[in-house]
């Protein structure tokens, strides 16, 4: 025991702020829950029309080539390290709304993605990013919220090879604990 | 709460063998050991950035760098410099303090600097905030019923009598329990300080 007097203890719990004793409920950790890859959404599938039109749409952007691989000689069927991947706008999200999401791979493989044109995030729901495979496969990469800017930046962990992957995705969560994908996306762009 | 899930962590990171896996597991980036760390330390941590930065949305920007930083750094972590309450801390410390300093802008010219360093409020700094937090870390450690007793004497301002009124316990049991609380937490204050020696 210290000699340090009972007073001292005191005095430092009656400095504590009040959040201290009612601590606020923390946000989902920045990295996906764990094997998130065998989760998937019931009714939740990627449909062939979706990914052709969310091609469509980047086409029109004139993004369609966006896809910027570093160094420029990796085939177009995979997703190299350092890829950048143009996010367009989809279903109910502003038309004006983009994103980018650039994927890094090896042992601290991680994205960092940037986003505009969102709506701010509410009380009760947040956004998500997803990697999104050709069967519908989905992984979390994690959930972010979007201030009043509609501009956000994040960069999370990616535990596994990006390049099994066809698209990134960010959807729109509702707050109730459902860890599955909405099926409400607001950006979603090609890997490839 | 000293009975809670996760004794490897609450027994300290040098504590014994129980916490040696569980830095072994740390250092593979075991998943479940990084959800274990995220559910001890996480309300800790967002309380601190949430006091500190006044400002929640900020604070969960910067909650999600300082868990993004323990998971890229995990493999490197030292319990031989410090205990994981600390290492962590010292993280949410810094990015607070780079989040603050992002919104303080520039001096134009030397004449500025004054009145740019002034600051309002010494005891709502990232640093005199981050000892209380640490002590708020411990609090969460002891028994659900030591926790109550003290939260209902230095949060709520009850006397011991008061206590013993409102509870329904004994008055010689509040004051038992009260000096235990305090003798327990004293401990596990000396114990961290005395573990922590931050890098």
Avoid: C
């Avoid at chain 1, 009972?6 to 829950?33: F, G, I």
């Avoid at chain 1, 091609?55 to 080539?65: F, K, P, R, Y």
């Amino acid at each position: 025991m210290s000699d340090r007097p009972t007073d001292d203890l005191e005095r430092r719990l009656e400095a504590l702020p009040r959040e201290a004793w009612d601590r606020p409920v923390p946000p989902p950790a920045p990295w996906p829950p764990e094997q998130p890859w065998r989760v998937r959404a019931p009714g939740f599938s990627l449909r062939p029309l979706t990914a052709a039109l969310a091609a469509a749409a980047l086409i029109a952007l004139g993004v369609a080539g966006g896809v910027l691989v570093s160094g420029g000689e990796d085939s177009p069927d995979t997703v190299a390290s350092g890829t950048t991947v143009a996010l367009a706008p989809l279903g109910d999200a502003d038309p004006t709304a983009a994103g980018e999401a650039t994927l890094t791979e090896g042992e601290t493989g991680e994205a960092v993605v940037e986003v505009s044109g969102l709506a701010p995030s509410g009380d009760s729901d947040f956004y998500e990013l997803w990697l999104i495979g050709e069967d519908g496969e989905l992984v979390s990469l994690g959930s972010f919220r979007v201030p009043g800017s509609g501009e956000a930046k994040l960069r999370v962990p990616v535990p596994v090879d990006p390049s099994r992957f066809s698209f990134v995705d960010v959807s729109l969560e509702p707050d109730d604990g459902d860890p599955g994908h909405s099926s409400d996306s607001v950006l979603r762009g090609p890997t490839t | 709460m000293a009975s809670g899930p996760f004794p490897a962590l609450r027994r300290g990171a040098t504590g014994g063998p129980s916490s040696r896996r569980f830095v072994g597991r740390l250092h593979k980036r075991d998943r479940g050991a990084l959800d274990e760390l995220y559910a001890e330390y996480a309300p800790t941590v967002f309380g601190y950035l949430v006091n500190t930065l006044r400002d929640r949305g900020a604070a969960e920007d910067v909650h999600q760098q300082v868990f993004l930083e323990v998971w890229q750094r995990a493999p490197d972590y030292d319990p031989r410099r410090a205990t994981l309450l600390t290492w962590i801390m010292t993280i949410a410390r810094s990015r607070a303090i780079d989040e603050l300093r992002r919104r303080v802008p520039e001096p134009r010219d030397p004449g500025d600097g004054p009145e740019l360093a002034a600051d309002p409020d010494p005891d709502a700094s990232p640093d005199a905030l981050i000892e209380r937090w640490r002590v708020a870390h411990l609090l969460s450690r002891l028994r659900p019923e030591e926790s109550d007793l003290l939260r209902l004497r230095f949060y709520e301002g009850l006397s011991q009598s008061e206590i013993a009124e409102r509870t329904g316990v004994p008055l010689g049991t509040v004051k038992m329990r009260m000096v235990s609380a305090l003798g327990r937490l004293r401990e596990m204050i000396d114990e961290e300080e005395t573990e922590a020696v931050p890098a």
